[in-house]
């Protein structure tokens, strides 16, 4: 039996810099608040919480407290309301997602009707909304693009941690029906990577085993697109293992979402060999070091 871990998997640096945030913000003071989960990884939302740092869902709720602002950003009016009611906020949204915000800005005010490609459910996308005008769209990949559709100009970007794949195909589908099309490639760099490794692994291994928060978007959509390749897991944790799920499996593969420790993936890895025993040799095993080294 073998079991490989993707080259580039686990914690990015936009969730690494938020926690680090919130972290900091605590040494100062008793009690900082995040406007939802700051990670979508119940398990160390649950850890964050016992240190003091609480998730609440509702920014009228806050007055006067330190609010750690998570990586996927908020909307505009949410911001307003904390500032209003005198919080102290620490903003750690990252980069990629304050550029989205920046470009969908710029690009209203230079009068392009805009579309994101994304989740409309998903916060990030909901803050990225926040910064459009009333024309500003969510679609998706079974948006329909009619014969009658027609744009004499417009914009389209992406959630952060969609598939490059999927929106090139979208591009592809808009583009006929436009006089100017301006596409930012918002995807950021370590989703892409995260996929990119993850989609390598696949076509090698029998299994996928997938790891992170089941409402974590980049998760969900490292184990789609393996799916599309070969047999794959998606699991929070290392109790959803049992032996039935690896019965005449000789090559698993591990990928993780960028918000999924190191310690959750050497967790599962330890699992599986259990699962399969003293008396199965692991042949080749996973390069765990290069997870701490990945920055
Ligand atoms: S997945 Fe990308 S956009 Fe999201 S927090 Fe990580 S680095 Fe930032």
């Known amino acids: 039996m073998q079991i490989w871990l993707a080259k580039c998997a686990g914690y990015c640096f936009g969730v690494k810099r938020a926690i680090k945030m919130a972290l900091d913000a605590r040494q100062e003071t008793d ?7 700051l990670i ?25 407290e330190v609010v750690d602002i998570r990586s996927h950003g908020i909307t505009r009016n949410q911001r307003q309301v904390l500032t209003r009611n005198r919080n102290k906020l ?18 209203v005010a230079a009068g392009y009707p805009i579309l994101i490609f ?3 459910n998903h916060p990030e996308v909901i803050g990225m909304l926040s910064y459009g005008d009333e024309e500003t769209k969510v679609i998706f990949n079974d948006y329909q693009v009619t014969d009658s559709c027609h744009w ?8 952060t941690t969609q598939s490059i794949e999927d929106f090139t195909a979208i591009i592809g589908r808009l583009l006929p029906h436009c006089n100017e099309l301006r596409a930012f490639n918002t995807i950021c ?20 085993v997938i790891i992170g928060g089941k409402n974590s978007s980049n998760t969900k959509m490292l184990a789609k ?28 593969g591990l990928s993780a979402g960028a918000s ?15 699962i399969y025993g003293e008396g199965d040799a692991v042949t080749s095993i996973a390069k765990i070091p290069a997870f701490k080294e990945e920055s």
């Open 40 to 64: 979508h990884n119940t398990q160390i939302v649950n850890q964050l919480r016992k240190k003091g740092i609480a998730a609440i869902e509702d920014s009228n709720q806050m007055v006067g």
């Open 260 to 274: 999924t420790p190191d310690e959750m993936i050497i967790r599962v890895y330890n699992k599986i060999k259990e």
């Open 152 to 159: 004499q100009k417009l914009c389209l970007l992406s959630q």
């Open 118 to 120: 994304g989740d409309g």
């Open 31 to 37: 009690r900082v608040y995040t406007l939802g989960p």
């Open 90 to 107: 620490i903003d750690a949204t990252c980069p990629y997602v304050h550029k989205t915000h920046k470009i969908i800005a710029d690009m």
């Open 225 to 252: 697109l393996c799916a599309r390749i070969t047999n794959t897991l998606h699991i929070e944790t290392e109790d959803e293992l049992v032996r039935d799920l690896f019965s005449g499996i000789q090559r698993i």
């Open 189 to 208: 760099s370590s989703t892409s990577e995260r996929q990119m490794a993850a989609i390598e692994l696949a076509r090698h291994c029998e299994l996928m």
